[in-house]
């Protein structure tokens, strides 16, 4: 373990601000999404730039420290923050830089999708950006990266183009698809562990306009809900996304008052084709079954993206409550609910998945 003659020489060379326990703010600082998370590293290092990150690997390597990485601090396993070790925060990496003839767009570390959202739309384009707003970039592209855009446009990772990276050993290094192509891999799925990445280039999308929002129905009516769903999505045209969802509906604008806090099931659709097609994709979903809530229409792609963020509120302020929403990846280890909802990954186009 340090001591604190190595602690204040490791301070004295940062651009960013070391945060410890004696620090009115560590509290704050240690804070994650997941309210029942409740781990106090040794330090927090609000990474200013890349050498700052380049010195905290170091820092941490040289002393025997455990290092975690905190981006948008999503994690539902609270793995952006750790006990008794180094949490590197890329909160103050924030930036975003948009190409808008090469449709790609480079982001630093610390950005959220609210970041990118903001930045690609007054250019008519997207990129999959997981279903909530407030979710760090690196969190959600370095597992995978399921949103609403997906089986039109893939998985995050499927339209990573590069990415830079600082490796285990304070390298710093760039990563795509003709240097270090093996890191590239790695990235994009081939586990974790592989170091800090500080930016990310994307793949952007002509998605403007979409046509979706939640659809809730009783949670009585969930086995039908579920099968119907099943049914349905395997044929339905890559333009349509659905997420199947339980949730305990938000005390916020734009649900209405008599569903707050009412425990439904539903589906969160997104339909980014032409909006001529939109009414016409929905009607055999609305003769399906009539809906409690039927909040399907034409929206600003990031208007959806920042729907369900006061969920997360919820998350924070009330840990121990049922989760206020439970998508795919927390339902699939439930065998008989996983051959219900499967179906809206495996008929992702090929390539995609």
Same mark, same amino acid.
């Given at each position: 373990m340090p001591d604190d003659n190595s602690i204040s020489d490791f301070k004295a060379n940062l651009r960013g601000r070391?945060?410890?326990?004696?620090?009115?703010?560590?509290?704050?600082?240690?804070?994650?999404?997941?309210?029942?998370?409740?781990?106090?590293p040794r330090l927090i290092v609000r990474c200013a730039d890349v050498a700052d990150i380049i010195r905290s690997v170091n820092f941490a390597r040289e002393n025997d420290l455990l290092l975690a990485i905190r981006g948008g601090g999503h994690n539902a396993g609270g793995l952006g923050i750790c006990d008794d070790g180094l949490v590197i925060d890329l909160a103050p990496i924030k930036y975003t830089r948009v190409d808008p003839d090469a449709r790609t767009i480079t982001v630093g570390g610390g950005c959220t999708w609210g970041d990118v959202d903001h930045a690609t739309h007054v250019f008519g384009l997207a990129t999959p950006s997981g279903i909530i707003s407030t979710t760090g970039v690196g969190g959600l592209t370095l597992g995978g990266?399921?949103?609403?855009?997906?089986r039109k446009c893939g998985l995050?990772?499927?339209?990573?183009?590069?990415?830079?990276?600082?490796?285990?050993?304070?390298?710093?290094?760039?990563?795509?698809?003709?240097?270090?192509s093996n890191l590239f891999w790695a990235l994009r799925g081939g586990g974790g562990n592989f170091g800090v990445v500080t930016s990310f280039t994307f793949k952007l999308h002509p998605v403007d306009m979409i046509y979706g929002g939640p659809m809730l129905y009783e949670l009585s009516e969930t086995a039908d809900v579920m099968k119907w769903y099943r049914d349905l999505i395997p044929t339905a045209p890559d333009d349509l996304n659905g997420f199947f969802a339980?949730?305990?509906?938000?005390?916020?604008?734009?649900?209405?008052?008599?569903?707050?806090?009412?425990?439904? @099931?539903?589906?969160?659709?997104?339909h980014a084709g032409p909006q001529t097609? %939109? $009414?016409?994709?929905?009607?055999? *979903?609305? /003769?399906?079954?009539?809906?409690?809530?039927?909040?399907?229409?034409?929206?600003?792609?990031?208007?959806?993206?920042?729907?369900?963020?006061?969920?997360?509120?919820?998350?924070?302020?009330?840990?121990?409550?049922?989760?206020? @929403?439970?998508?795919?990846?927390?339902?699939?280890?439930?065998?008989?609910? %996983? $051959?219900?909802?499967?179906?809206? *990954?495996? /008929?992702?186009?090929?390539?995609?998945?």
């Open positions: 070391l945060i410890q326990p004696s620090d009115k703010d560590y509290d704050e600082a240690r804070n994650v999404y997941n309210g029942m998370i409740h781990k106090k990266g399921i949103g609403h855009l997906t995050t990772i499927d339209n990573l183009l590069s990415a830079d990276v600082v490796l285990a050993n304070g390298t710093f290094v760039k990563a795509n698809a003709n240097e270090n339980f949730l305990t509906v938000p005390p916020a604008p734009p649900f209405p008052e008599h569903l707050h806090m009412k425990k439904m @099931c539903g589906v969160v659709w997104a097609k %939109a $009414e016409e994709t929905f009607k055999p *979903i609305r /003769a399906f079954k009539k809906p409690a809530l039927d909040f399907v229409g034409p929206l600003p792609q990031p208007a959806l993206q920042s729907m369900l963020r006061n969920t997360l509120v919820l998350v924070r302020r009330f840990p121990r409550c049922i989760p206020p @929403c439970i998508s795919i990846l927390s339902t699939v280890r439930h065998h008989a609910l %996983a $051959e219900m909802i499967l179906p809206g *990954i495996i /008929a992702m186009p090929p390539g995609r998945r």
